[in-house]
C-alpha cells in the first residue's frame, strides 16, 4: 500500500512538470502615440508579437492578454502593481523611454503565469498529505491498543509514549509510522511548491 501510494505521488508530480506551459511575467504597460505596449520578460512587445510560445492579444493598464499557440488557450497576465505607466505626452519619446525604465525597473509584485497551476498542485498534495497522516495516525493508534490499553491510552495523551512504542514494537508500528511519514512528506513538499501562498494564508491569522 505504501509503494502504491508513493508511486503515484511521483507519477502526479511528474505528470505536472512535464505539461507546465512556459512562464512569463508582465512587468509594466504604457500607452503611446504608436499604442499600447508592455514590458515581458524584460523587452517590449506590442499586440500581435509572440513572446516564448504565446501572441499577444491585448494591452490594457491591467495587464496582457495573451494566447498559447500550441493548444490556443487564452490566458491574463496582470501587471506588477504600480507598474502600469502612462505617457502623458503621447509624442515625447522620452517620455515613452522613462516609462519604460521605471517599469523594467519595478520589482514585479504579481505572480508569474502557470503559478495558478502550481497552486491547485500544492493545495492537492496538501490534502493528499492530511489525509494520509490522518490514516496513519488512527492506524498507529489501533496497533497501540491492540497491544493493550495503557499502551494506546499513553500514545493518546502523552507526547513521548508513541516514540517509545515505535521503538519496543517496531516490527508492529513500522507500517503506519513509514505512512505518516509519507503524508508528513507531502504536506512539506505541498508548502514547498507555493510557499507565497502560506505566508500570506499565515499572516492573515497571526492577528
Known amino acids: 500500500?505504501?509503494?502504491?501510494?508513493?508511486?503515484?505521488?511521483?507519477?502526479?508530480?511528474?505528470?505536472?512538470?512535464?505539461?507546465?506551459?512556459?512562464?512569463?511575467?508582465?512587468?509594466?504597460?504604457?500607452?503611446?502615440?504608436?499604442?499600447?505596449?508592455?514590458?515581458?520578460?524584460?523587452?517590449?512587445?506590442?499586440?500581435?508579437?509572440?513572446?516564448?510560445?504565446?501572441?499577444?492579444?491585448?494591452?490594457t493598464d491591467r495587464g496582457v492578454n495573451v494566447r498559447y499557440l500550441e493548444d490556443g488557450s487564452e490566458h491574463f497576465v496582470m501587471v506588477s502593481s504600480g507598474a502600469a505607466l502612462r505617457a502623458e505626452t503621447q509624442n515625447d519619446p522620452a517620455a515613452t523611454k522613462e516609462g519604460k525604465t521605471k517599469a523594467a525597473k519595478n520589482e514585479p509584485q504579481t505572480q508569474p503565469l502557470g503559478m495558478d497551476k502550481k497552486l491547485l498542485i500544492s493545495l492537492s498534495l496538501l490534502g493528499l498529505g492530511m489525509l494520509i497522516s490522518t490514516i496513519s495516525s488512527i492506524w498507529f493508534l489501533v496497533v497501540s491498543f491492540k497491544e493493550s490499553v495503557w499502551w494506546g491510552l499513553g500514545c493518546l495523551f502523552i507526547p513521548l509514549i508513541p516514540l517509545i512504542f515505535l521503538i519496543k514494537y517496531w516490527y508492529e508500528a513500522k507500517r503506519p509510522f513509514g505512512l505518516m511519514v509519507l503524508g508528513n512528506l507531502l504536506i512539506f513538499g505541498a508548502v514547498f511548491m507555493a510557499p507565497e501562498f502560506f505566508e500570506q494564508y499565515s499572516a492573515c491569522y497571526s492577528y
Open 1 to 59: 500500500m505504501l509503494r502504491k501510494l508513493l508511486l503515484t505521488a511521483l507519477i502526479f508530480c511528474a505528470g505536472w512538470s512535464f505539461g507546465e506551459r512556459p512562464q512569463i511575467l508582465c512587468t509594466g504597460t504604457m500607452s503611446g502615440a504608436k499604442g499600447a505596449v508592455a514590458v515581458i520578460d524584460g523587452d517590449v512587445y506590442r499586440a500581435n508579437d509572440t513572446v516564448a510560445g504565446y501572441q499577444v492579444i491585448s494591452i
